[in-house]
């Protein structure tokens, strides 16, 4: 990719815009813009928020397949947004498992259960267990973990650099969060309507215990896929397909 193109971003609609490109093995390319300017995320923040979830699975503090949500939903229902909530509300639309819902509430859901599990709110969780390990000093989250956080182009590099070569979460982890749970379910992704079907995938270690909840890390296990949030293009980061993780 030249660097060039990304000056294209120039002609966007709005009245600031920075982007920036990170390579497979997790260095950074290039960017272009205002890089340190921090911008709302919207649901940029999902991909965050799952990761920490992810940390938390590891560390113990969570099991993918516990109860969480809606009746008969677990925690891999919310991270996969087939718990069946709806969009915005906090009201059931569908059995767990039968449509993917794209669902800020679930995530919403899903930041609670994690920070009851851990006995620390979920924006501080995200802190310790994502943001600062990665540098991401620039970076918040101070209202829903599905759409409240704010970054910088070099803060979401980090994380970018982090999804592409994993050392917060086992590589394995990463990757299986990257594969679509519930293959071949119908539903609904915003700014994309009805899909048939509707797959995407989302959403890093020592054996010493975590320092946030004192459990020992647990070692990868073979389990399906989970996905936190399509990444869409925003003002503070570069566009990508709906089947990409963040």
Avoid at 53 to 70: I, T
Avoid at 125 to 133: D, F, T
Wanted: glycine share 10%; with cysteine.
């Amino acid at each position: 990719m030249s660097l060039k193109s990304l000056a294209l971003i120039e002609n966007w609609p709005v009245p600031t815009a920075a982007a920036g490109v990170v390579r497979a093995d997790g260095t950074v390319l290039g960017t272009h813009g205002p890089a340190g300017q921090r911008f709302p995320l919207a649901s940029v923040t999902k991909p965050l928020a799952a990761y920490a979830v992810l940390v938390a699975y590891e560390e113990g503090a969570v099991e993918l397949d516990e109860p969480a949500g809606p009746a008969g939903s677990t925690v891999r229902h919310l991270l996969a947004h087939t718990s069946g909530l709806a969009f915005d509300e906090h009201k059931v639309t569908a059995p767990p498992g039968e449509r993917r819902l794209y669902s800020n509430a679930g995530f919403e859901q899903l930041g609670d259960h994690v920070a009851k599990a851990t006995d620390i709110p979920f924006g501080e969780y995200l802190r310790q267990a994502v943001l600062e390990p990665l540098g991401m000093t620039s970076t918040t989250l101070e209202g829903s973990p599905a759409k409240d956080g704010v970054s910088t182009v070099e803060d979401l590099l980090r994380f970018a650099a982090e999804v592409q070569a994993p050392r917060l979460l086992d590589p394995r982890t990463v990757a299986e969060a990257m594969t679509v749970h519930h293959p071949g379910t119908k539903g609904v992704l915003p700014g994309y309507g009805h899909q048939n079907p509707n797959d995407w995938g989302s959403a890093s270690r020592s054996a010493t215990p975590s320092r946030r909840t004192g459990r020992a890390l647990r070692p990868p296990r073979a389990r399906s896929g989970i996905s936190g949030s399509p990444v869409r293009s925003c003002g503070s980061t570069p566009k990508r397909g709906p089947r990409a993780w963040p």
